[in-house]
């Protein structure tokens, strides 16, 4: 799973959250959810304060429906979006 | 009127045009809504799901009722389907060992093509374990053919053929209980998946689609979908590749006693294992392709196509060791998921009943690997 950060836009934490990216395309079902489910407990604290936010690329048409319906029940809130090829699952509000 | 020669040639075309047809149909319809047997047995055991499931048993649901009513409409000609013999103890042993390699594998036979069609390499090692498992299956076919025979018991190979009976009447109490379900999900609303991803066929639609298709096969070649005597036939065929004629001392691979009726044109045609060309030829790896490019179009079409490769090694060796177990269950069995849930169990197989009872530990069973061994 390759892991990215990127910085608010201005270089800070108090404009935005951190966006921590996860590509976990091309891997089975369900190692996505189960490896998804942990890096949000994980961070689940930082995500309920908004400090960050984590960026999921799947190409698993499944866990656009299996990971938000598993996210919402921890009360966290979730979007999903198509880039190119793929989906892209966000977790986290914005500050 | 055409010679026996004409007939055998046109008999192959009609095979050929017809798994391919409906390969691509399966393919495409499976891998858009997500069909996968073998996750609905998995999410069952790991996530406490039975969504999906609901779905593969109105699948059996609408393949039980349409089956008897093209029996009765005359359109079937062999009735239970060829190949259906009395059970065994090693159905469920086979059964139980399909669940493991299935979960492991990410897939089943089919989900394994339609998953490949799309472009996971993942399930390309897992296509690899299946032929490789299937070709290991010829090692040991001596001593489980004789297992297989010393644990076969009554004489039936239907549960109606046991009560001496037609279908009909369990088929209207099949019909009774699942109305009762069906209206039950219905009207809570489980019978319709939200879903965010693109071209999304609602699994409904294709359990009725996927039925036709199952129909479709029965009348046209007289058996439900099947595919795994194939993965045997492309094993046998690769080991003529090395030196020496292993392939011509195996009798699951020489063994040419089995003969396949089509019940349109009425040839008879030849039906084993062995490295060349007959009737498991015809009908099967056009069905294997065609599922395969069914995925392949569907994820084109959506502008979702792309080779995925970049996964953790555990994943691609469960994938290989589930493909190499699935493989040998399918002979062991004999048969898959796809023949006993979707062609079997409808028709009230006893081979089917005892497949899915030991699937249901075997799914089991490869869920704990899964998540204690893979996925940690």
């Known amino acids: 799973m390759i892991r990215q950060t990127c910085p608010g836009e201005n270089g800070t934490r108090e404009s935005r959250p951190h966006l921590i990216e996860f590509d976990i395309r091309g891997q089975v079902y369900p190692s996505t959810l189960l490896?998804?489910?942990?890096?949000?407990?994980?961070?689940?604290?930082?995500?309920?304060?908004?400090?960050?936010?984590?960026?999921?690329?799947?190409?698993?048409?499944?866990?656009?429906?299996?990971?938000?319906?598993?996210?919402?029940?921890?009360?966290h809130d979730v979007s999903v979006s198509r880039d190119s090829d793929h989906y892209l699952i966000i977790i986290g509000r914005d500050t | 009127m055409w010679t026996g020669e004409r007939v055998e040639t046109a008999t192959y075309f009609l095979l050929i045009a017809n798994g391919t047809v409906l390969g691509i149909s399966a393919g495409f319809i499976m891998h858009r809504s997500g069909f996968c047997l073998s996750g609905m047995f998995r999410?069952?055991?790991?996530?406490?799901?039975?969504?999906m499931l609901r779905f593969l048993y109105l699948t059996v649901f609408f393949s039980s009722v349409l089956f008897e009513a093209t029996r009765?409409?005359?359109?079937?000609?062999?009735?239970?389907?060829?190949?259906?013999?009395?059970?065994?103890?090693t159905n469920a042993i086979g059964g139980c060992l399909f669940g493991i390699g299935m979960v492991l594998a990410g897939g089943c036979v089919v989900g394994t093509l339609y998953k490949l069609g799309a472009g996971s390499m993942l399930s390309l090692?897992?296509?690899?374990?299946?032929?490789?498992?299937?070709?290991?299956?010829?090692?040991?076919?001596?001593?489980?053919?004789?297992?297989?025979?010393?644990?076969?018991?009554?004489?039936?190979?239907?549960?109606?053929?046991?009560?001496?009976?037609?279908?009909?009447?369990?088929?209207?109490?099949?019909?009774?209980?699942?109305?009762?379900?069906?209206?039950?999900?219905?009207?809570?609303?489980?019978?319709?998946?939200?879903?965010?991803?693109?071209?999304?066929?609602?699994?409904?639609?294709?359990?009725?689609?996927?039925?036709?298709?199952g129909?479709?096969?029965?009348?046209?070649?007289?058996?439900?979908?099947?595919?795994?005597?194939?993965?045997?036939?492309?094993?046998?065929?690769?080991?003529?590749?090395?030196?020496?004629?292993?392939?011509?001392?195996?009798?699951?691979?020489?063994?040419i006693s089995r003969q396949y009726v089509n019940p349109l044109t009425r040839a008879?045609?030849?039906?084993?294992?062995?490295?060349?060309?007959?009737?498991?030829?015809?009908?099967?790896?056009p069905l294997i392709v065609g599922i395969a490019l069914g995925g392949a179009l569907s994820?084109?079409?959506?502008?979702?196509?792309?080779?995925?490769?970049?996964?953790?090694?555990?994943?691609?060796?469960?994938?290989?060791?589930?493909?190499?177990?699935?493989?040998?269950?399918?002979?062991?069995?004999?048969?898959?998921n796809v023949w006993h849930l979707c062609g079997g169990l409808p028709v009230f197989a006893w081979q089917s009943l005892l497949f899915f009872v030991g699937l249901i530990p075997g799914a089991w069973l490869g869920s704990l690997l899964l998540v204690k061994v893979i996925v940690k």
């Open chain 2, 268 to 285: 008879s045609l030849g039906w084993s294992a062995g490295p060349w060309f007959d009737a498991v030829s015809a009908m099967q790896f």
């Open chain 2, 215 to 255: 129909i479709w096969s029965a009348i046209v070649t007289g058996m439900p979908i099947g595919i795994t005597t194939a993965y045997a036939k492309m094993g046998a065929y690769v080991e003529t590749l090395f030196p020496g004629d292993h392939v011509g001392s195996l009798p699951f691979f020489t063994d």
């Open chain 2, 125 to 213: 090692a897992a296509f690899a374990g299946l032929i490789i498992g299937s070709t290991v299956y010829a090692e040991i076919h001596p001593f489980w053919s004789g297992l297989r025979s010393a644990t076969t018991f009554g004489g039936t190979a239907t549960l109606p053929q046991l009560l001496g009976i037609a279908p009909l009447p369990l088929v209207l109490v099949l019909w009774a209980v699942s109305w009762y379900f069906y209206r039950k999900w219905h009207r809570a609303g489980q019978l319709q998946l939200e879903s965010r991803a693109g071209g999304f066929l609602q699994p409904l639609t294709a359990a009725l689609l996927l039925t036709c298709l």
């Open chain 2, 43 to 51: 999410d069952l055991f790991l996530f406490r799901q039975v969504t």
């Open chain 2, 299 to 336: 994820a084109v079409l959506l502008r979702e196509y792309r080779i995925y490769y970049r996964a953790p090694v555990r994943q691609y060796l469960s994938a290989i060791v589930g493909g190499v177990i699935m493989g040998m269950a399918s002979r062991m069995t004999p048969g898959c």
């Open chain 2, 72 to 89: 009765l409409s005359g359109l079937l000609a062999f009735y239970p389907f060829p190949f259906f013999g009395p059970p065994s103890v």
């Open chain 1, 35 to 75: 490896a998804a489910l942990r890096e949000i407990d994980s961070h689940r604290e930082r995500i309920r304060s908004g400090a960050v936010k984590l960026l999921f690329r799947t190409d698993n048409p499944h866990c656009t429906k299996t990971i938000p319906d598993a996210v919402s029940g921890m009360g």
